[in-house]
Every structure is written in structure tokens, then in C-alpha cells.
């Protein structure tokens, strides 16, 4: 061959290719396997802290802009901030909850526990489960659907120095979760001792249309329900709570237009514009999820009234 005569090149064989894809591949997978697993506890941390504040903001013990709230002499949600010990005071709206209070709010003022068929309250403890495999093992499919059921107690924000009981709460958060319309939603209702006012909701796990179903994550859609009752009101303002309709309506259009100043008024809120379905699913899942909470809601009902009653006299 003549020192001028260029080389020619060899291409590779399709074995070659071949094992050189594969090992190619096999390389991208171990890498994103590696990242999936180093991503994977951040992950699941920062599903926790999103569900914590979602279940705070149905508490109204948080907003939806990062701020603490607290009740003042007026029953007014004002601003607050953390001070110490779990203690939260007055503040403004520079003064954002970190994730560090947060977690510790949440943990002494949100107490879950359990209620059975009867709706009789237990804890984890007397009942032989174990709170973290509960939790994990039937959060997608939803916790009414057990023979323990879910629920958390709120309890009211402690005086400097004062130590909470769990004898004492505030009002409940109830586990909510349906299907919208293009997939699974779920979210927490917040209810008063009296076992039939709403405090407040959240939705949280979504993925209905942007600017349609999706506004039920909304606050302004939110807010509807504060005030509401999930038991329908009959004729004279008297409630039958063992037999009434449990829920809250999510309308077509506005509720003063469909119901007007009717009892059902009171157990309703205005519809989505173009959600109509979103708003099926909504109605659908606090039927289905409250009716199963309806033995421990009559209870609230009755010790209030009983509560009441013997404070009158």
C-alpha cells in the first residue's frame, strides 16, 4: 500500500452496536435509579409538609400565602406568628411560618385518631395499629372506607405556659377523597365541636383543568364553605342527624339563584363555571366519605347539645 493511499476505516458490527446501546443503557438506569432513590425521602418529606399545611388551612390555623392564623376576641382569623413551644401570638404578614414551626404546630395541635363502626373514639394504641402503616396502606383508597376510621382533633392554641389535653379540641379534620374528572382528588374538611359546621376545607391532590376544576385548590372557591352544614336542615330549622342527608352540594351556578334562602341553601356552595363534573366528584366525595363519620358526628351533635344545654341552665 503506498504511504499516500489513505486508511480506510472500519466500521463497527452490529455486535459491537449492539453491546455498546445496552451498555449505554444499562448506565442511564443505574444513574436514574441512584437519583430515584437519593430523591425519594426529600420527596416523600415534602408530601408530608404539603399535607400538613393543607390540613392546617382547613383548620384555619394557616392561610394559603405561608402565614399562621388566630382567632381574636371578635372570632376574627388574624395573622399570626410562632412564638415558642408550639405558642402561636399576633403578627403580620412578614412573618411567614417556617418549615420547622410548621411541623411543630402541626404535631402538637393536630392529633390523630380513631373512630369505629359506632363511632366511638380510640387511639392507635388500644386499637393494635400501627399509625405510620395505616396511614401509608390506605391513604389512596381512603381511610372511611376501614373499620378504624381516620380523623385528627384540633386542638386551640395553648397560653404561654399552658400545657394542651387532648381532652379539649377546638373542632375535627376529616380525611376527604373522590375522583374528579380526570383523576383521584383528595383533601381535608375541617368540622366544629357541634359536629355539623364546616371551620374550613382544602383540596390538595388534583389534576383537574387549570382555571376550571382545578379552582376547587382555590382559596376564593374554598371559602364557600366556611359556615356550611353537612347535615341538610328540614322543615322549622330542626335537623333529623340520624336520617337528613349528609354533604355539601356543589351546585350548578350560584347557590341564591338554584336554592335560593331554603334550607338546603345552608348545606351547598356555588358551582365552577365550565366544572360541572369537577363539582359532581366534589359532592360525590363528601357524601360518600362523610356518611361513613355520620355515628361520630350524632355524638358531637348530642354532647354539645347536652353541653349546652346544662350551661344555660
Known sequence: MSEHEPLKQKNPSNAQVLIFVATL???CALILSILASALK???EEAKELDRSIQMMIAAK???????FLLLNDKGEYILAKYAKNGTLVFGNENDLASRKDILDIYKKRLIPF??????DATTFQKAGINL??????????????Q???LLYKILPNPQEGEHLTEETPIGYVIPVNGFGLWGP???YLAIKPDGNTV??????DQIETPGLGANIAEKPWQDNFVGKKIFQEGAENKTDFKTTPIGITVVKGKVSEVLGDSPKAKSAVDGMAGATLTGTGVTTAYREVLSAYRPFFIKLHDNNFKNKGASDE
Do not use: A, C, V
Open 25 to 27: 443503557s444499562l448506565i
Open 41 to 43: 425521602e426529600p420527596q
Open 61 to 67: 390555623i394557616m392561610n394559603h400565602t405561608g402565614n
Open 114 to 119: 380513631l373512630i369505629d363502626e359506632k363511632g
Open 132 to 145: 405510620e402503616t395505616y396511614m401509608n396502606d390506605f391513604r389512596k383508597i381512603g381511610y372511611y372506607r
Open 147 to 149: 373499620p378504624f376510621k
Open 185 to 187: 382528588i383528595y383533601g
Open 199 to 204: 371551620i374550613g376545607i382544602s383540596w390538595y
